[in-house]
């Protein structure tokens, strides 16, 4: 299987904030809020969900297919992503509008108020996945993305018959209930975070079990707790990694997908993909910005033996990387 990784093509605005958001918001008062929070640091990032996984999944070995628009900003950004190996023969360049922008305030303790500004992704909704998969047998990735883009890269992956891994992430705020049960029907695997969760259930109306009727396998990522992937063959908890700083969690979700699908594309187990993703997620949170770090397969397997043992299970990927 080769990664097709559709999504949102971004610049991220990152802040950060030295205090604790909670303290200023009053309890009753939710429905008037007017805050406004002077920040210490402001770091431009390349960013985006999409290109985020695609990044970490070339750190990795792979060669993912990039599906998503960009605007007239993108030149140097994607001249890098193909430099480390990513096909952008799916990104569509708008020459008339700007790329995407990500706009995130991070406290201290790590969490984030932010704002998405469209730009060019509006435009992804023209792109077709039969146009630009050429390869039989791909793993595709929906990603946040346009909403109507989300949903079309859902119906033609079922269409076609491409197994996919539906996550809604930041964009169930923007998305029906119904329009969630109906992208994420028939998906491989459908992969959210535990608040995302539930925002998926209370939005749907479903109940946990309910999932398993949607998508085959489902991944519930726990933060600093790893992760819980529920499959037919049952279910596993997967151990986080411990990063040795904490600098920005911004993309850590994504470079979490990334470690998971290269075991799944590498035909690891559900467990070792799953330490793969929680290795991978650790890298982006020790480092600013989602694609500052930095490694190659070997110093991957390295830290993935001082971290959980041993690396015997990524012996496969080690030998078809040589």
């Given at each position: 299987?080769?990664?097709?990784?559709?999504?949102?093509?971004a610049?991220?605005?990152?802040?950060?904030?030295?205090?604790?958001?909670?303290?200023?918001?009053?309890?009753?008062?939710?429905?008037?809020?007017?805050?406004?929070?002077?920040?210490?640091?402001?770091?431009?990032?390349?960013?985006?969900?999409?290109?985020?996984?695609?990044?970490?999944?070339?750190?990795?070995g792979?060669?993912?297919?990039?599906?998503?628009?960009?605007?007239?900003?993108?030149?140097?950004?994607?001249?890098?992503?193909?430099?480390?190996?990513?096909?952008?023969?799916?990104?569509?360049?708008?020459?008339?509008?700007?790329?995407?922008?990500?706009?995130?305030?991070?406290?201290?303790?790590?969490?984030?108020?932010?704002?998405?500004?469209?730009?060019?992704?509006q435009?992804?909704?023209?792109?077709?996945?039969p146009?630009?998969?050429?390869?039989?047998?791909?793993?595709?990735?929906?990603?946040p993305?346009?909403?109507?883009?989300?949903?079309?890269?859902?119906?033609?992956?079922?269409?076609?018959?491409?197994?996919?891994?539906?996550?809604?992430?930041?964009?169930?705020?923007?998305?029906?209930?119904?329009?969630?049960?109906?992208?994420?029907?028939?998906?491989?695997?459908?992969?959210?975070?535990?608040?995302?969760?539930?925002?998926?259930?209370?939005?749907?109306?479903?109940?946990?079990?309910?999932?398993?009727?949607?998508?085959?396998?489902?991944?519930?990522?726990?933060?600093?707790?790893?992760?819980?992937?529920?499959?037919?063959?049952?279910?596993f908890?997967?151990?986080?990694?411990?990063?040795?700083?904490?600098?920005?969690?911004?993309?850590?979700?994504?470079?979490?997908?990334?470690?998971?699908?290269?075991?799944?594309?590498?035909?690891?187990?559900?467990?070792?993909?799953?330490?793969?993703?929680?290795?991978?997620?650790?890298?982006?949170?020790?480092?600013?910005?989602?694609?500052?770090?930095?490694?190659?397969?070997?110093?991957?397997?390295?830290?993935?033996?001082?971290?959980?043992?041993?690396?015997?299970?990524?012996?496969?990927?080690?030998?078809?990387?040589?």
């Amino acid at each position: 299987m080769r990664p097709v990784v559709t999504g949102s093509i971004a610049f991220d605005y990152l802040m950060s904030f030295p205090g604790r958001f909670e303290d200023h918001f009053l309890p009753g008062k939710l429905d008037k809020i007017s805050v406004s929070f002077l920040v210490d640091e402001l770091n431009l990032r390349r960013g985006g969900c999409a290109a985020n996984i695609a990044y970490s999944l070339a750190l990795l070995g792979e060669r993912p297919l990039l599906v998503g628009s960009a605007g007239s900003d993108f030149g140097p950004y994607g001249k890098d992503l193909e430099g480390m190996g990513v096909d952008l023969s799916g990104v569509l360049v708008k020459e008339d509008v700007l790329t995407a922008s990500f706009f995130a305030n991070t406290d201290q303790e790590g969490n984030q108020i932010a704002s998405f500004f469209t730009g060019a992704m509006q435009y992804a909704r023209e792109i077709s996945l039969p146009q630009v998969v050429k390869d039989p047998d791909p793993l595709v990735l929906i990603s946040p993305n346009d909403p109507h883009a989300m949903s079309r890269h859902a119906e033609e992956c079922r269409k076609e018959g491409y197994r996919f891994l539906y996550d809604p992430s930041q964009q169930i705020a923007r998305t029906s209930g119904e329009n969630l049960v109906r992208d994420s029907r028939g998906a491989w695997i459908l992969l959210v975070n535990e608040y995302e969760e539930e925002m998926f259930l209370k939005k749907t109306g479903l109940g946990r079990e309910d999932l398993r009727e949607l998508a085959e396998n489902v991944v519930v990522t726990l933060g600093a707790e790893g992760a819980e992937i529920r499959t037919p063959r049952g279910d596993f908890r997967i151990p986080p990694a411990r990063p040795e700083r904490v600098l920005d969690p911004t993309g850590v979700g994504d470079a979490y997908r990334a470690g998971l699908v290269k075991g799944l594309v590498g035909g690891l187990s559900w467990e070792t993909a799953g330490r793969m993703g929680s290795l991978a997620a650790v890298y982006v949170l020790e480092t600013d910005g989602p694609q500052s770090h930095h490694y190659d397969l070997r110093e991957f397997a390295e830290r993935y033996a001082a971290t959980f043992g041993d690396a015997k299970d990524l012996e496969p990927l080690l030998e078809k990387g040589a």
